[in-house]
């Protein structure tokens, strides 16, 4: 794909939102307008989640604002569109990682199949691309999947962003898997995951190093 040109929307957390950055031009989308011609903008809410609470939280725009809700006032026209979340569904969500039947947004599967569906039918001319979380401090490995919310690993949830796009040929750039930079090791948490979950503004350049590098190649 030659990107210099193109409209990206960009659909996430406090990632997208730009916590953990010096300056807003450092956050990862921004610099696709920066370095490469495009028009961006950002739909970055922090503490949001893709699947809905099923018990009220103490953040309440956390549980009205899940991804879904906030299509419908995205820009109606875009050359590509970016959804980057999972990481709060894993962290704070009571919303269960649930099944592929799953077709409620109270379930992380549920929600993953409606939002799909969603941006698919807003956006059918679009290249839909979706991206895993990353690495985080606390993200309980595999090996020890004793969840302290609701749905065992994050790598759960990384498959299960990867199981769902698939049905719909939806592409995704797996963070969790390319990006080898793993905030439970000091010297890369210092680097560029300082708080363990939000990437600075080297952490930010990275997921834009990935981010470009998978679009060029779609």
Same mark, same amino acid.
């Given at each position: 794909?030659?990107?210099?040109?193109?409209?990206?929307?960009?659909?996430?957390?406090?990632?997208?939102?730009?916590?953990?950055?010096?300056?807003?031009?450092?956050?990862?989308?921004?610099?696709?307008?920066?370095?490469?011609?495009?028009?961006?903008?950002?739909?970055?809410?922090?503490?949001?989640?893709?699947?809905?609470?099923?018990?009220?939280?103490?953040?309440?725009?956390?549980?009205?604002?899940?991804?879904?809700?906030?299509?419908?006032?995205?820009?109606?026209?875009?050359?590509?569109?970016?959804?980057?979340?999972?990481?709060?569904?894993?962290?704070?969500?009571?919303?269960?990682?649930?099944?592929?039947?799953?077709?409620?947004?109270?379930?992380?599967?549920?929600?993953?199949?409606?939002?799909?569906?969603?941006?698919?039918?807003?956006?059918?001319?679009?290249?839909?691309?979706?991206?895993?979380?990353? #690495?985080?401090?606390?993200?309980?490995?595999?090996?020890?999947?004793?969840?302290?919310?609701?749905?065992?690993?994050?790598?759960?949830?990384?498959?299960?962003?990867?199981?769902?796009?698939?049905?719909?040929?939806?592409?995704?750039?797996?963070?969790?898997?390319?990006?080898?930079?793993?905030?439970?090791?000091?010297?890369?948490?210092?680097?560029?995951?300082?708080?363990?979950? #939000?990437?600075?503004?080297?952490? #930010?350049?990275?997921?834009?190093?990935?981010?470009?590098?998978?679009?060029?190649?779609?």
């Amino acid at each position: 794909m030659i990107l210099k040109n193109k409209k990206m929307l960009f659909l996430g957390d406090s990632i997208t939102f730009g916590v953990g950055v010096s300056n807003p031009d450092n956050i990862y989308w921004k610099r696709f307008s920066i370095n490469d011609g495009c028009l961006t903008k950002g739909y970055g809410i922090s503490g949001t989640r893709i699947a809905a609470n099923i018990n009220p939280s103490i953040y309440p725009e956390d549980d009205d604002l899940y991804f879904i809700t906030r299509v419908p006032s995205m820009d109606a026209d875009a050359d590509v569109v970016v959804v980057f979340g999972g990481t709060n569904d894993f962290g704070h969500g009571d919303a269960p990682l649930g099944s592929m039947t799953d077709r409620e947004n109270t379930s992380f599967y549920g929600a993953l199949h409606n939002l799909m569906i969603a941006l698919m039918e807003k956006y059918p001319q679009a290249k839909i691309v979706f991206m895993t979380p990353a #690495h985080r401090c606390g993200e309980v490995k595999p090996a020890d999947d004793i969840s302290p919310t609701n749905g065992g690993s994050l790598q759960k949830y990384v498959d299960a962003i990867i199981e769902v796009a698939a049905v719909y040929d939806i592409a995704v750039l797996d963070l969790y898997r390319v990006w080898d930079i793993d905030p439970e090791i000091p010297e890369m948490k210092q680097r560029y995951i300082p708080d363990g979950l #939000h990437p600075n503004d080297d952490g #930010h350049w990275e997921i834009y190093r990935q981010l470009k590098g998978f679009l060029e190649g779609l």
